[in-house]
């Protein structure tokens, strides 16, 4: 049942796109920019395998985001808006940069040679 159902959607897929070669897509590339933009997808061949699809750019928004979209869903609690506290202010400010870690930095390890205790190569 579901193998069908992948079949039929490639099928349905398929039928919908306009399929074509390099040669004919540069014969014709204005006539296949035409169908885009009208909604099609044109999927262009090498040697009967896809290799570039041609379909349409979403449009940039033209009027602005309305204000508020998310009200409601979003609450601060009253304490976000109190001062932080001395202590964690110093700690933040003088703290270090980098805390000190127990694994070693990475950058610091030595690279790894794979089959080091072979001879290296002769060249010719």
């Known amino acids: 049942m579901f193998r069908a ?3 039929t959607t490639t099928m349905v897929i398929i039928m919908t796109m306009i399929v074509i070669n390099i040669h004919e ?7 296949y920019i035409d169908a885009v933009v009208a909604g099609e997808r044109v999927v262009i061949c090498k040697r009967n395998h896809p290799v570039a699809e041609l379909r349409a750019v979403e449009q940039k928004r033209i009027q602005p985001r309305p204000i508020g ?3 409601g869903q979003v609450s601060m609690p009253a304490s976000f808006f109190e001062p932080m506290s001395d202590d964690f202010l110093n ?9 000190q870690t127990s694994a070693p930095s990475r950058v610091a390890e030595r690279r ?4 080091s205790d072979r ?3 002769r060249r010719r």
């Open 25 to 31: 897509a540069k014969a014709k590339l204005s006539e």
């Open 112 to 115: 790894v040679t794979y089959g």
């Open 69 to 71: 979209g998310a009200k």
């Open 5 to 7: 159902l992948i079949v």
């Open 119 to 121: 001879k290296p190569k």
């Open 91 to 99: 700690a933040l400010e003088s703290g270090p940069i980098y805390p």
